[in-house]
């Protein structure tokens, strides 16, 4: 079955075209820090977590918030060089779904009776990926009785002499326990964050994290089977736009433009199909198509911006300078902030010599009011 094959028989399968896809959600991720955190322990994880969020985004709704906690809103220092400040304490942090323990002097952790409260309160509704000797953490909430875990290798010994009801393995980069995952040491933690990645999102997701992050993953084959490639966290529809973006970032643009329209056909009132189609509806040189779909993006408040933002840029192309000018002035207006894209698409190259276009630059570029 080709790709898009399966984009149309996902949507086929889908809700009735009456009815409206389920609500995407997102997912806390609380990345606990400490004195003397061992860096890429918590920031290789909180890299994939936090660009998986993005890439797994469904509606405009990012799949994950990352955010960072620690016993107190202190600074800390990482590694003698690195200052953080901690953006919640475990007296406020939002209720976690993820919580990722790196290592380091972890003992910081486990003779922290505020921290190992709060992570004994948290423990029952969230999963833990524990980096290194973060697991020595997960062993004292008792998170490891029973299980089988890792740790950095220098440290296996002495989790296997504290741990007397774990089975501690060597030369595993990550366990899979379900509710735990236990990593060995440092970048062992990246390869965890993106196994948990496909088993929450699918492997598509984890694949196009792991590229976005030229990180050379090699999935378990013992595991990489039981992936799901798409986001089995979505209803049928909300796959469905998942296939048809997937295709779109493959540049297989004539399978991509037949299916969002599938996605169309199931609720001509999505949004992000409308959205979605512009780009490959250019590429397959259907101009008028394009702003036809543009301009329907305009009508719905999740995507107005980047609607109007096609209109420009379709105008632009056409050389009607004055309607490009409008229409960026009005994306812009909408709320749409990506000024980047403004400033270095080829596209608008036309009319960025404007004094509105770079008048809107300007507004976009300024920073929020206090």
């Known amino acids: 079955m080709t ?24 997912r806390n991720v609380a990345i606990v820090l400490y004195q003397d955190v061992e860096v890429l322990d918590f920031a290789g994880p909180g890299e994939v977590l936090s660009a998986a969020g993005d890439i797994a985004e469904s509606r405009g709704t990012p799949a994950t ?38 290592g380091g002097n972890s003992s910081r952790l486990t003779d922290d009776p505020r921290f190992m409260k709060w992570l004994d309160g948290v423990q029952g509704g969230a999963t833990t990926l524990t980096v290194c000797t973060g697991a020595f953490a997960a062993w004292k909430a008792g998170m490891l ?27 595993r980069r990550f366990v899979d326990n379900g509710k735990v995952i236990t990593t060995a040491g440092v970048s062992a933690g990246i390869d965890g964050a993106l196994h948990l990645v496909a088993r929450m999102f699918g492997r598509a997701v984890a694949d196009r994290t792991a590229q976005y992050m030229e990180y050379h993953w090699t999935p378990e084959p013992w595991l990489a089977k039981d992936y799901a490639y798409l986001n089995p966290s979505l209803d049928d529809r909300g796959r469905a736009l998942q296939q048809a973006e997937l295709l779109r970032a493959d540049h297989a643009w004539a ?55 096609g209109v420009a840029v379709l105008h632009a192309k056409a050389g009607e300078r004055a309607a ?47």
Do not use: C, N
């Open 145 to 171: 009785d029973g299980v089988t875990a890792t740790t950095h290798y220098q440290s296996t010994a002495r989790l296997r002499k504290l741990a007397t009801k774990t089975t501690v393995v060597d030369g």
């Open 255 to 309: 399978d991509s433009v037949r299916a969002y329209r599938a996605v169309l056909a199931l609720d001509p009132d999505d949004a992000h199909a409308w959205l979605g189609l512009v780009v490959p509806l250019i590429e397959t040189k259907d101009t008028k198509g394009a702003m036809a779909a543009a301009k329907k993006a305009t009508g719905y408040e999740a995507t107005r911006g980047e609607g109007w933002y």
């Open 324 to 370: 490009a000018l409008d229409a960026v002035e009005r994306a812009a207006s909408a709320g749409f902030k990506a000024w980047w894209a403004l400033e270095r698409d080829d596209d608008l190259a036309s009319v960025r010599d404007d004094p509105r276009f770079q008048a809107v630059l300007v507004r976009m570029k300024a920073p929020p009011a206090s």
């Open 65 to 102: 918030r990352v955010y960072t906690v620690a016993s107190t809103k202190d600074p800390i220092v990482s590694q003698g060089f690195v200052r953080i400040v901690p953006e919640f304490s475990v007296d406020d942090a939002p209720r976690p779904d993820i919580v990722v323990i790196p």
């Open 3 to 26: 790709l898009a094959a399966l984009a149309l028989a996902l949507a086929a399968a889908g809700t009735p075209a009456s009815s409206k896809p389920a609500t995407p959600v997102t």
